[in-house]
């Protein structure tokens, strides 16, 4: 049953709390509960922006351009029905002045048909895809996978037939709060496979990478020059920002988007 719009603004108003939620996860039994209610059968990918990519190994076809946000595209071809929401939860409770707040989640599958339509709305496929390329336009970063969280507070499932693509700002992003939770939830929520972001000696340790830009807290400054840590997700923020151009990101090996789709799929069955 899709939730009535007062429990969503319950959510709201609960949402700088946030944190506390997150911590708790480290108590042991309080922790396994947590996982099993909202966490269970999670697994999150977030995608380097485009323009952020080095792509280290030749690929097959010299003229072929490959991009991260061509993970995106691909389910959306695939389903059969798509909803975009009206608003960003994150940014609407954060009340974010720095991203746009009408760029809210994009969701696949027939698990979408049951949220509110006071929420958001069904869309075509040439939508969806306006729908990301705005948000990509906007700085936004995609997050891709199940995740349970959205079939509870927006109650609907089953939830292998609900794909969420979050659009997130560093700022507001519900997913702060990995630095704060226990291991095995924070494991579910990962960087694209094969992405590697490192400090070039080009670093001067000015410090703006380390400003409010990293979402997970994994980059600091030690030794007057920036440090990642294995805590890095792979978003490419501090990428973008680097006026020397001393942070890069790379993928490993050309074939990043069909093993990211390749995990993904089994996930969720969006058509």
């Known amino acids: 049953m899709s939730r009535p719009l007062w429990f969503v603004q319950l959510v709201k108003k609960t949402f700088p709390r946030r944190f506390l939620v997150a911590r708790a996860t480290k108590v042991s039994i309080i922790g ?76 696949l599958g027939e698990a979408a048909l049951g949220i509110n339509p006071q929420l958001g709305r069904r869309v075509t ?7 990301v390329r705005r948000c990509r336009e906007a700085g936004l970063v ?19 037939r609900l794909l969420t693509v979050c659009n997130c700002c560093p700022c507001c992003c519900l997913w702060r709060v990995l630095p704060h939770v226990a291991p095995r939830i924070s ?7 094969g992405v590697t972001v490192v400090v070039s000696d080009r670093c001067v340790g000015c410090g703006t990478c380390t400003q409010g830009v990293c979402f997970v807290d994994a980059i600091h400054k030690v030794d007057n020059r920036a440090v990642i840590s294995d805590a890095c997700r792979g978003c490419g923020r501090c990428v973008e920002v680097c006026p ?11 074939q990043f988007v069909e093993k990211t789709i390749a995990r993904i799929a089994p996930l969720v069955d969006v058509s």
């Open 244 to 254: 020397q151009e001393a942070i890069e990101i790379s993928i490993e090996y050309g």
């Open 142 to 160: 995609h997050l891709i996978g199940r995740n349970k969280l959205d079939t509870l507070w927006l109650g609907v499932g089953p939830g292998d």
């Open 125 to 131: 496929k040439e939508e969806a895809l306006q729908h």
């Open 32 to 107: 396994r509960v947590l996982d099993r209610w909202l966490f269970e059968g999670d697994d999150l990918i977030y995608l380097p922006q485009d323009q952020t990519i080095q792509i280290n190994q030749a690929l097959d076809v010299p003229d072929e351009v490959v991009l991260p946000s061509q993970v995106v595209e691909h389910f959306i071809e695939k389903a059969n029905h798509h909803w975009i929401m009206d608003s960003c939860i994150c940014r609407e409770a954060e009340k974010c002045e720095d991203y746009p707040m009408d760029l809210g989640c994009l969701f």
């Open 187 to 193: 494991a579910k929520v990962t960087p694209m496979p």
